[in-house]
Nanobody, 119 residues
């Protein structure tokens, strides 16, 4: 069974940095596209950054130039480097991945990690 676990969240002051990790475990052949999403209280969940199997990346306009998504295929891990953090970045961050395994293709979500940015 495939499991996604996010880590690296925490409390940071505005202007600081955090690096989030999303690690996949289980019976995995390969991981296709991966996205980071976030949801703040009272708001809808939105896409922050995504990376394809070919390495192409996309970012929301609000984080472009500040966040960087990357992946380590050997470790089945995706990262989100967040720099110059702002209070409006405060949210629960979730990773979502398309995973190829022995039972076919699945679309998995992690449980989320809290990021809080203080003024």
């Amino acid at each position: 069974q495939v499991q996604l676990v996010e880590s690296g969240g925490g409390l940071v002051q505005a202007g600081g940095s955090l690096r989030l990790s999303c690690a996949a475990s289980g019976s995995i052949f390969s991981i296709d596209a991966v996205g980071w999403h976030r949801q703040a209280p009272g708001n809808q969940r939105g896409l922050v950054a995504a990376i394809t199997s070919s390495g192409n990346t996309n970012y929301a306009d609000s984080v472009k130039g500040r966040f960087t998504i990357s992946r380590d295929n050997a470790k089945n891990t995706v990262f989100l480097q967040m720099n110059s953090l702002k209070p409006e970045d405060t949210a629960v961050y979730y990773c979502n991945a398309v995973i190829h395994g022995p039972f076919g293709i699945s679309n998995s979500w992690g449980q989320g990690t809290q990021v809080t940015v203080s003024s």
